[in-house]
């Protein structure tokens, strides 16, 4: 089981430290891998604060090329210089609001496995598809663009459940990771709205491995009740 917490652009240096003192401090269920997405300028106090931890400190995007002219781009040869585990990419604000394309999601993906990076590539149907019943077709596309790895997981993210504290039920989430499964079957997480309350029974489905949570995960006490959640035992 794995929980990450998306902080998007939430939670400069300074709060991330006060953050992941906080987080090593509370015992963590060991069947539960914790994960912890802070923006760029935060990465190097969150990897600092948890050394040593089971915590894994990842980026929230990575461009594919080592380095070059991409202003604004951080490469997976950056994160790992700075002790960064893994990274997000494809989330859908950076394809809804930065237009990024299937094809720039894959290569980020390929690129950062490359450089020894964990990826959790992020998919999902926006409303609209899902109302026009085109949900099936868009996952395949959109797991189409990446390929299997053993360090790759995928994040379910239907668009009209993030931020929004509607949740897709358990069932919906099941069938679509099922879909995901078929195209690519590696680890899923479920993401959109996930809260304290609904983490047990949306962690329970059986083809659902972990949770990708945003707002949820930029308090302490809600993000641990929602690792605890993911615990078996
Ligand atoms: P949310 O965000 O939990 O705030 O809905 C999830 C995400 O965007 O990864």
Redesign the pocket.
């Given at each position: 089981m794995l929980v990450a917490g998306?902080w998007?652009m939430f939670k400069g240096p300074g709060e991330t430290l006060a953050f992941c003192r906080a987080l090593r401090a509370v015992p963590r269920p060991a069947d539960v891998d914790v994960v912890v997405c802070p923006p760029y300028v935060s990465l190097a106090e969150a990897v600092q604060v948890l050394a040593g931890t089971e915590v894994g400190v990842f980026a929230q995007n990575c461009h594919w090329a080592d380095d070059g002219a991409f202003t604004g781009e951080v490469s997976a040869s950056m994160l790992l210089e700075l002790g960064v585990y893994g990274t997000?990419v494809g989330?859908?604000?950076r394809r809804q609001l930065f237009g990024e394309t299937d094809e720039a999601v894959g290569r980020r993906a390929r690129a950062a496995l490359d450089a020894g990076l964990d990826v959790i590539a992020?998919v999902g149907e926006t409303e609209a598809e899902r109302d026009a019943g085109e949900t099936e077709a868009v996952l395949r596309r959109q797991v189409s663009a990446l390929e299997h790895d053993d360090n790759l997981v995928i994040?379910y993210?239907p668009v009209w459940?993030?931020?929004?504290g509607r949740t897709a039920t358990p069932e919906m989430a099941q069938e679509a990771h099922e879909i995901v499964k078929s195209v690519l079957d590696v680890p899923l997480l479920y993401?959109?709205?996930?809260?304290p309350e609904n983490a047990r029974e949306l962690l329970a489905q059986p083809a659902v491995d972990g949770a990708?949570?945003?707002?949820?995960?930029l308090d302490l006490p809600s993000f641990e009740a929602i690792c605890r959640a993911g615990s078996r035992s």
């Open positions: 998306n998007k997000i989330h859908s604000e992020c994040a993210e459940a993030i931020g929004t993401g959109g709205s996930v809260k990708l949570v945003g707002g949820a995960s």
